[in-house]
């Protein structure tokens, strides 16, 4: 059973930096296509960005403009979200997911077929 603990969240300024990292254990996270989502308070959960076993990329740009960045490293059996120049609200709790198939798909913001979820981290960006 593949499971996929979340890190790296925080309380940041507005303007700042930070890197989540998704670590698996019980498998290999370079078989799955891997996600990032997140769930603000009062909202829905909306996918950041998705890699592909063979690192293409895709972001959900309306949510992220530019500014988030997903890579993973196979070595270490992890996967990273770099977000630059956090904004009040991107304040969620973000969470990882490994799903099924090597690719992230059409419907990935919509988390389809992403199974294997972790309890997330919380990121605040304060103003």
């Known amino acids: 059973q593949l499971d996929v603990v979340e890190s790296g969240g925080g309380l940041v300024q507005s303007g700042r930096s930070l890197t989540l990292s998704c670590s698996a254990s019980?498998?290999?996270?370079?078989?799955?296509?891997v996600g990032w989502f997140r769930r603000a308070p009062g909202k829905e959960r909306e996918g950041v960005a998705c890699?592909?076993?063979?690192?293409?990329?895709?972001y959900n740009e309306e949510a992220v403009k530019g500014r988030f960045t997903i890579s993973r490293d196979n070595a270490r059996n992890t996967v990273y979200l770099r977000m630059n120049d956090l904004k009040p609200e991107d304040t969620a709790v973000y969470s990882c997911?490994?799903?099924?198939?090597?690719?992230?798909?059409?419907?990935?913001?919509?988390?389809?077929?992403?199974?294997?979820w972790g309890l997330g981290t919380q990121v605040t960006v304060s103003s």
């Open positions: 019980g498998g290999t996270l370079e078989y799955f296509a």
């Open positions: 890699i592909s076993t063979s690192d293409d990329t895709l």
């Open positions: 997911s490994a799903r099924s198939l090597p690719v992230c798909g059409i419907y990935w913001t919509a988390a389809n077929q992403f199974i294997h």
